[in-house]
């Protein structure tokens, strides 16, 4: 009888395959990365939302359509008949009353496009959000810890979609001619943190946790406090800026840097009562956005200035290409304002605001997590 190996393989012919190395981490990283793919074009859907949402507002086309229906209302008027139903609608609301008795027909179809289009764009991106999502779900791809923070953003996209709708019933009560500035303000505050969020998230799906956490050990927090707030500041700013919109205060008071000829507007606390001059004497308002221009413009110097002490190359960059879109935005505004607000320079000053604040986000970012490679000397 032969003897017998004490660890014989059972079959000679057998297939001898062995485990790839780092299987499991590169499924991991690319999970990741088709999350962060995912994020991206989420980003860029909700970018093109606040262009479109602005192009709604400085056209007056937030009011067209009278109605909120969540699924039903993707089909636009398909007939005349429709399309007379439509602008019947329109006819019943403050707005067309007061401000556009006369219009034509063509020329609601123009606005009811653009407030469409707007609609439209919010089912596209939770379309987008709800696929994404259950996909990663179902196949199990998405990291550990990660689903709450991604289900997140579709709780908060479904909110969104309401307060909308609770911004444009303000301007349908009679109460009103255009929709409240401070839900407006509340609307597109909304639509920034959702942003910021994606791109926050994106960042940190750029890395794997290992080196998350080892450039963790380098960060600076004063630096990235001092970022926080400044990040806070230019919110105050933002929402400032939409009660500007909300009541056109941007195409009055055109001179700079005084108003009407002095430092302050005239009747800064003319109405009644009191608290309203905050939201809607044009004057107060656009006041108190220039001023917190100033501020957001001084405290970033600041925050600049201590960036730059970084030891880190890219934490470095980072805040010179904050400060430079800063520098941009503040000469942006003050040239909106005095050319009374057109579309062509409205419209980039609120995406130039886009920019910025994705930049404070990604010099924070690189405070908390800098790239442990761009040591001086390294």
């Known amino acids: 009888m032969a003897d017998r190996k004490l660890f014989e393989e059972v ?56 109605e909120w229906r969540p699924v039903t ?14 602008f019947e609608k329109y006819k019943t609301i403050p707005e067309y009353q007061l401000q556009n008795r006369g219009m034509t027909l063509e020329e609601f179809k123009v606005i009811y496009w653009w407030e469409w289009g707007h609609r439209q764009l919010g089912r ?25 923070r991604l289900l997140g953003l579709g709780a908060l996209g479904g909110l969104q979609g309401a307060i909308g709708w609770w911004m444009v019933s303000s301007g349908l ?27 926050w998230y994106m960042m940190r799906l750029g890395r794997k946790e290992p080196a998350l956490m080892q450039a963790r050990r380098q960060g600076d927090g004063g630096l990235a406090t001092l970022t926080g707030a400044l990040l806070v500041v230019a919110a105050v700013q ?3 800026g939409a009660l500007v919109a ?9 001179d700079w840097p005084l108003m009407a000829g002095g430092l302050l507007p005239p009747k800064p606390l003319g109405l009644d009562p009191l608290w309203s001059n905050f939201f809607e004497n044009a004057g107060l308002v656009q006041f108190n956005h220039r001023v917190a221009g100033y501020l957001l413009f001084l405290f970033g110097l600041v925050v600049w200035l201590r ?46 605001a886009v920019l910025l604040v994705v930049m404070i986000l ?17």
């Open 307 to 352: 960036g730059r002490r970084s030891p880190h190359r890219r934490t470095q960059a980072a805040f010179n290409m904050m400060m430079a879109m800063m520098l941009v935005q503040v000469v942006l505004g003050i040239v909106t304002v005095m050319h009374s607000a057109p579309v062509g320079l409205a419209l980039p000053h609120q995406l130039g």
């Open 238 to 240: 933002i929402l400032l």
């Open 173 to 199: 009560t009679g109460r009103m001619l255009d929709v409240a500035s401070y839900r407006l303000a509340t609307h597109l505050g909304l639509a920034f943190f959702i942003l910021g969020l994606i791109a």
């Open 124 to 148: 596209v991106i939770g379309l987008v959000w709800a696929v994404g999502f259950f996909f990663f779900l179902a196949t199990r791809r998405i990291p550990t810890g990660w689903t709450p």
């Open 73 to 86: 209302g993707a089909i636009p008027p398909l007939n005349e008949a429709h399309w007379a139903s439509e």
């Open 11 to 66: 079959s000679e012919g057998a297939a001898r395959t062995a485990a790839a190395p780092g299987g499991l981490d590169r499924d991991r990283r690319a999970a990741r990365g088709m999350i962060r793919n995912w994020l991206g074009a989420l980003f860029v859907l909700v970018v093109l939302m606040i262009a479109v949402g602005g192009m709604t507002r400085l056209t007056d086309s937030g009011l067209s359509i009278t």
């Open 362 to 378: 990604r010099a924070r970012f690189l405070s908390i997590y800098p790239d442990v490679q761009s040591l001086r000397g390294a």
């Open 246 to 254: 909300g009541i056109d205060a941007g195409r009055g008071f055109t």
